[in-house]
């Protein structure tokens, strides 16, 4: 049978996510880009144009974007109905203003999937990585009953830090975590940025990033709450400490970790528990699923950000250096690709996810 195909609009597409997106929707199986949106700035050029010396991709802008124009994603949202089928968004605006976009786009009755950080926190919005929490799609009836809406609806994924470290933590929940302290050295693409574009880290560590250690500590427990009568209830732990640190790496996010267990595991429990860990995206073979989510690295110096985080197109979580710890019960280190699991990849997977679930329709 013919698979069934979305059309898609990319909002923020000229930013270092967007362009993230740009790339992974050339030849996308499921979605389709017909139209391309940022500011004011960008609008009524081409792409090419509007993107300009900002385009940091390894790969040259794909063909299909060369001759989009740039549409406004503020004064041109309502061409969007009857245009695409949903969006992502990837947008540099305040907080207010991007929560007043995404839930305009609800309301137009375009589902909204975001990369941002301003809806994360709405009890009604799904907060998902879909090999952990694809059940709190379910919220999604609640949030549409609030706006209302028919199809309209946002869900969004969360901080690209908390990839790195959350997933390996999940499967060995079972054990029962009491706590867990991680350090993480964040790569600068992450701010939207490249060594021409933020020098000063070059040969430098920033120790310094707005709002990322709250993010990397609550952000957690909503996606390991439940859905309960109208929204998501967080969970009460594990609690998470966290420093967030920006390092001189282009791509990737890795993760010191160390955490205590109620029922200490083994080593070789952790390994299994690593090696055993899927979800429905590899159940559903959704295109963009990691056939293996987590890869375990047996050699003392990795997973290393420039050789490791393209495994598996960028979408695989990396692990290495497991071991026992002084003060906690087991130290490790963990990596994924900021922009593409971290970001616009985890945002494509979320959305497969969501059509294969019926939630475009
Ligand atoms: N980079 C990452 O690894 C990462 C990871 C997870 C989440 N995020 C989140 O994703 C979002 C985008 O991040 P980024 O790194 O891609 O930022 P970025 O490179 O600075 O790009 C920002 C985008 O927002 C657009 N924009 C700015 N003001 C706008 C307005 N008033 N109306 C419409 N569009 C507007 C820009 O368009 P112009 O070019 O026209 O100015 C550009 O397309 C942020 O919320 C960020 O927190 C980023």
């Not at 967007?18 to 050339?26: C, E, I, K, P, S």
């Not at 957690?220 to 998501?232: A, D, H, M, N």
């Not at 990737?252 to 090696?275: C, M, N, Y």
Request: net charge neutral; charged share 25%.
């Amino acid at each position: 049978m013919q698979q069934k195909t979305y059309r898609v609009g990319v909002v923020g597409a000229t930013g270092m996510v967007g362009q993230r997106f740009v790339t992974l929707l050339d030849g996308h199986p499921l979605f389709t880009p017909v139209a391309l949106l940022a500011s004011a700035r960008s609008a009524g050029k081409k792409y090419p144009e509007a993107v300009g010396e900002k385009w940091a991709m390894a790969t040259p802008i794909p063909a299909y974007a060369k001759d989009m124009v740039v549409m406004d994603a503020e004064a041109d949202a309502e061409k969007l109905v009857g245009m695409v089928d949903f969006i992502f968004c990837a947008v540099n605006m305040k907080k207010d203003e991007i929560k007043a976009l995404e839930e305009r786009y609800a309301k137009l009755e375009i589902p909204v999937v975001s990369n941002n950080y301003a809806h994360r926190g709405t009890k009604d919005v799904p907060m998902v990585i879909p090999e952990i929490n694809a059940d709190h799609l379910a919220v999604i009836e609640a949030q549409r009953k609030r706006l209302g809406t028919k199809r309209g609806f946002i869900a969004v994924k969360s901080n690209c830090s908390l990839q790195s470290y959350v997933p390996l933590l999940h499967p060995l929940k079972k054990y029962g975590i009491k706590c867990a302290a991680v350090t993480t050295y964040q790569a600068i693409s992450g701010a939207g940025k490249t060594f021409a574009t933020m020098p000063e880290i070059v040969d430098n560590v920033i120790p310094y990033i707005g709002g990322e250690e709250q993010k990397s500590e609550e952000e957690p427990l909503k996606i390991w709450g439940r859905v309960e009568g109208s929204g998501i209830v967080g969970a009460d732990g594990p609690v998470i400490t966290a420093q967030c640190l920006r390092v001189p790496v282009s791509d990737g996010h890795t993760a010191a970790v160390f955490v205590s267990f109620e029922k200490k595991p083994t080593k070789e429990e952790i390994l299994q528990a690593w090696a055993d860990f899927a979800g429905e995206p590899q159940a559903l073979h959704l295109p963009s699923a990691p056939k293996q989510f987590i890869h375990y690295f047996e050699e003392d110096n990795r997973p290393q950000a420039k050789l490791d985080r393209m495994t598996e197109n960028g979408m695989a979580v990396c692990a290495g250096r497991l071991r026992e710890d002084t003060l906690f019960d087991y130290k490790f280190i963990g990596l994924s690709h900021n922009t593409l699991r971290g970001a616009a990849g985890g945002a494509v997977l979320l959305a497969e996810l969501l059509a294969a679930k019926g939630y475009f329709d």
